[in-house]
């Protein structure tokens, strides 16, 4: 067929020299060839039209291809019309309007005097730009009849909206009329047809304005009838329009085509077509679809009738695209009739409720969850087979295949944390639903967070000792396993004097000193193997004993004064400092100063201990450095730089099994290799943290109202380490006094402890509201210390210089167990500087003289 990609425009004045121009052009056919007739025909058969001298008139013409298959395979065709007269200008230009009509856009030449031209225009379909060849039916002849009035009088013009023809059959409906536009300002017209078939309406009028012009086939036989309808102006001017009708037979009437629009696997609905001849005649039919996926029901009747169209895409298995088909439709005696079908599917969309799942929860320790996700396919009740793409090792689903619709399919993820790596991971996995020929895909991205598995004990460092009037010799810790699933364990103890018994999850650690020698300090390992294979016990346990001579019974004052205590939590040792350059060590049972830890700067500040006593850290506030001292071999094994000063309060945590020591003003450091981290803590003030470190507290030092600040602090493996700090709460407590001086947590985190200086006694709050559960009486004294011992006692110490006690001794429950002097007379306790031995049984304070006083309160 005559294609657009091989058609240029209609070359004008620019061919005529090439292709020899004038007026019929082109070699003449040879006499012994058969005729051929006309490659193309045109509507309007001839070009008519009224132009003022000076201007230009645009015409259109509609070409027609009268025999496609000359141009299948024609490659290059070039077309050109040849003015041998001049009446048009060089800008003719063809447009396809399909593939087997195409118009003209044609301009008259203004340079035209006024006057009336007529004559041929030359259409040739060419092989080449030279035209040594033309398609068979070429050239063509194009009649003109140009009027040219003078410049200035009014122009008169007849156009129709749409061409000028129309399709009858015998018996059937009339075409529709042609609406024709008249250009006539100024002047009166009257219409005329060649033919009764083609009437006018009106006939005359006046000005611009519109006529109808209708076809009457009525009467006429079947054939091909051509005629005019001429409109006349009262100046002489006139317009001329060619039309044609052509009359058929009788056939068949129905739709003039039939689209199905439809999502592929949804149901689609039927569409009901009539079925009639044009004469209104009963005729017995017959139709075939032409497609598997296409079917006509009935297939047989006779007319008038109606018929129902169904298509069904599962037939051939269709995938999205756009079908076309027919059926044919047979009448006997009549023509047969295409009834054009199209199907347009487009592809159904598989959705998940959810497009990422995060198994292992935030911290990567919590696989209990199984979050499920719910797929949907928008075929209504239609259902289609699904399945799951391949999953990770570390994950399973409850349904990997199934079937699926507009209801939904569930499937529920389940973690399988040992075959995922430490961190975070991700895999895309699809599910694919298959819907007739198209496979469509809904993905879930599918993630798990991962913390390395541990087995963590309540504490990493026990204090044993034996004395001719004491002992504390065994201690039952609590194994916690950080995935909430514990799998039992087994532990191992490196000396032969402490035997580590488990059962379930509990640590029992009993020491025997008899084979030891007198007053002397032995140290232990205890290792703890978990029985599942992807789990660790990253903390070993260290175990000291010390085994003396004698007990003490009375307080021992020591002879040099100082101004900051702490003690080991493994040996009976305390470190003290004046805010000099060095660290004295006592031993507790003894009273005795055993060493000293020097090279330290010229002002120290706060201390804080190791868990397991390994480190002893001090801050250095002339270099604003923090010291990390090793407390197996008393030498200083870093020098941190840190933002720090006297208000500067040190706070040792464990947040599942990391170490991690804290400073008061918010920052945070690891202590296995210094990486600074950031609490939200709003400066000064004590810190107190339960035993696994992830309850931390802060007390405002002498603010007007008791301020505590609590956070929830937990640190995974997760992007190589992550801190998850989280302030619950701030809140200032009117009725726990003022002045608040110290703090302190139960290793369970369940009750807080404060001290402040009034009211005169110590509070005990709840730490999810901070409301305050009860009170320790501390004499007249004002509570400024309060402390826990390893044994659960609590120590409420208080400034006070006349009492006959300064320190009050509780059991768990609030009960007064007893109570002991440590301040010389007329001194008293220093703010937060009373400290409990390891094993729980000896005090240590200083008073405001400078004195370190050393209590023996017995097991």
């Known amino acids: 067929m005559l294609r657009p990609v091989y058609l240029l425009p209609l070359l004008l004045a620019a ?41 230009s008139l645009t015409l259109n013409v509609i070409a027609s291809v009268a025999r496609p298959a000359d141009f299948a395979n024609a490659g290059t065709v070039v077309a050109s019309i040849v003015d041998g007269n001049g009446v048009l200008l060089p800008t003719a230009q063809l447009i396809r309007d399909s593939d087997t009509q195409y118009h003209a856009v044609l301009q008259t030449a203004p340079s035209l005097a006024a006057g009336t031209y007529t004559g041929n225009l030359s259409v040739r379909l060419c092989r080449d730009s030279g035209c040594a060849s033309q398609f068979p039916g070429s050239p063509m002849l194009l009649p003109y009849s140009l009027q040219v009035v003078p410049a200035g009088q009014l122009t008169f013009s007849a156009t129709p909206a749409v061409a000028f023809n129309a399709t009858a059959h015998l018996g059937g409906a009339a075409p529709a009329p042609v609406s024709i536009a008249i250009s006539g300002e100024g002047r009166t017209w009257t219409a005329s047809s060649g033919a009764a078939w083609l009437k006018a309406t009106p006939a005359s009028g006046s000005g611009s304005g519109t006529l109808s012009a209708a076809f009457d086939p009525a009467g006429l036989a079947v054939g091909e009838y051509s005629t005019t309808l001429t409109v006349l102006a009262s100046d002489g001017q006139s317009a001329t ?121 935030t911290y990567g320790r919590d696989f209990s969850a199984s979050p499920s996700v719910t797929l949907s396919l928008n075929t209504s009740t239609n259902a289609w087979p699904w399945t799951l793409g391949t999953l990770p090792a570390w994950a399973s689903a409850t349904v990997a295949s199934g079937s699926v619709n507009q209801a939904g399919s569930k499937t529920a993820f389940k973690a399988l944390p040992i075959g995922a790596p430490v961190g975070a991971s991700s895999v895309l996995v699809n599910a694919t639903a298959r819907v007739n020929g198209d496979q469509v895909v809904a993905p879930v991205l599918l993630n798990i967070n991962r913390d390395k598995h541990k087995l ?124 000099g350059a060095y660290v004295d060590i006592y031993n507790l049972y003894s009273g005795l100063k055993t060493g000293s830890i020097t090279g330290l700067g010229a002002s120290l500040g706060d201390m804080a201990t190791s868990a397991n006593g390994d480190y002893l850290f001090l801050l250095n506030l002339s270099s604003r450095t923090l010291a990390t001292i090793d407390l197996n071999t008393l030498a200083v094994v870093s020098q941190l730089p840190v933002d720090a000063d006297a208000t500067t309060r040190l706070k ?68 190589g380490g992550t801190l998850y700090p989280a302030r619950i709460a701030a809140a200032s407590h009117a ?125």
């Not at 003449?28 to 039209?49: E, I, K, M, Q």
């Not at 004491?470 to 909430?484: A, E």
């Not at 400024?784 to 009492?803: E, F, H, P, Q």
């Open 241 to 361: 329009l060619t039309a044609t009708l052509s009359v058929q037979p009788s056939g068949l009437v129905t739709a003039n085509g039939v689209v199905f629009n439809a999502v592929n696997g949804a149901p689609i609905a039927t569409q009901v077509i009539p079925l009639d001849t044009d004469d209104k005649s009963s005729a017995s039919w017959s139709a075939v679809a032409n497609a598997g996926w296409l079917r006509i029901s009935p297939t047989s009747g006779k007319t008038p009738a109606t018929a129902v169209l169904t298509v069904d895409p599962s037939a051939g298995a269709l995938a999205s695209a756009s079908y076309n088909s027919s059926v044919t439709l047979s009448a006997t005696g009549l023509p047969a009739r295409e009834l054009p079908v199209t199907l347009n599917l487009t592809p159904a969309t598989l959705s998940a409720s959810v497009n990422s799942i995060t198994l292992g929860g």
């Open 652 to 719: 040792v945590i464990r947040p599942n099994g990391v170490e991690m020591l804290v400073l008061s003003a918010g920052a945070a450091y690891l202590t296995s290799n210094g990486a600074r981290l950031t609490l939200p803590l709003s400066g000064g003030g004590p810190l107190a943290a339960s035993g696994d470190g992830k309850s931390l507290l802060q007390q405002q030092e002498n603010s007007a109202a008791v301020q505590i600040t609590t956070l929830s602090v937990d640190y995974t493996a997760l992007n």
């Open 15 to 55: 061919l005529l020299t090439g292709c020899g121009g004038g007026g019929g052009g082109g070699a003449a056919p040879d006499p012994g060839t058969p005729a051929v007739s006309p490659a193309l025909s045109f509507n309007p058969a001839t070009v008519r039209g009224t132009v003022n001298a000076g201007t």
């Open 735 to 859: 009725n726990t006094g003022t002045l608040g001086q110290d703090i302190a947590v139960s290793a369970d985190g369940t009750r807080i402890y404060t001290a402040s200086s009034t009211p005169k006694l110590c509070s005990i709050l709840n730490p999810v509201d901070l409301g305050v559960l009860g009170y320790l009486a501390a004499g007249d004294g004002t509570p400024n210390n309060v402390k826990l011992g390893s044994d659960g006692r609590i120590y409420c110490g208080a400034a006070v210089k006349t009492a006959t006690s300064d320190v009050w001794v509780y059991d768990t429950s609030g009960k007064l167990l007893n109570q002991f002097k440590l301040a010389g007379s007329g001194k008293q306790l220093l703010p937060r500087q009373l400290a409990v031995s390891g094993d729980g049984t000896i005090l240590i304070g200083i008073t405001d003289d400078g004195v370190a006083t050393i209590v023996p309160v017995g097991p």
């Open 456 to 579: 963590l004990p309540s504490e990493t460092g026990v204090a044993f000792s034996g004395s001719p009037g004491w002992t504390r010799l065994t201690r039952t810790l609590t194994v916690q396993d950080n995935y909430g699933s514990f799998g039992g364990m087994s532990a191992a103890s490196s000396q032969p004097w402490l035997v580590a018994g488990v059962s379930g999850n509990k640590l029992t650690l009993t020491a025997d000193p008899t084979p030891l020698g007198s007053d002397t300090l032995s140290i232990a390992t205890v290792t703890l193997t978990p029985l599942d294979a992807d789990a660790s016990a990253p903390e070993p346990i260290r175990v000291a004993l010390w085994k003396g001579t004698h007990t003490p019974v009375v307080n021992t004052s020591t002879v040099l004064t100082y101004s900051n205590v702490i003690t080991d939590p493994i040996r009976p040792y305390a470190y003290v400092h004046n805010g």
